[in-house]
């Protein structure tokens, strides 16, 4: 089974940057979209970003629009999200998905950390 696996997390003061990276073990992503989600402990699992198969569309949940965004590189198999101006409430456990072929396909999540 396919497996996605994310990277770039990391520790990040107020107003800094962060690129996600996530990127499938298999070259199956071209044809599906991916979204982002993000959790917290003790929290539901909640959506943040979005982006359609081909690369044209994307989605952003409110708090994040106009900071965050979701792009696909075809050529190097990964999905991105550009992370600006972030803020502490943007901590989370961060994870890529996407469903094929009747299977939702989780990565095992990257750590963003937000200091004030």
């Known amino acids: 089974q396919v497996q996605l696996k994310e990277s770039g997390g990391g520790l990040v003061q107020a107003g800094g940057s962060l690129r996600l990276s996530c990127a499938p073990s298999e070259p199956t992503f071209s044809n599906y979209s991916v979204t982002w989600y993000r959790q917290t402990p003790g929290a539901e699992r909640e959506f943040v970003a979005a982006i359609n198969w081909n690369g044209d569309r994307s989605y952003y949940e409110d708090n994040v629009k106009g900071r965050f965004t979701a792009s696909r590189d075809y050529a190097k198999n990964t999905v991105y999200l550009q992370m600006n101006s972030l803020k502490p409430e943007d901590t989370a456990v961060y994870y890529c998905?996407?469903?094929?072929?009747?299977?939702?396909?989780w990565g095992q999540g990257t750590q963003v950390t937000v200091s004030e």
């Open positions: 998905y996407f469903y094929t072929s009747g299977y939702d396909i």
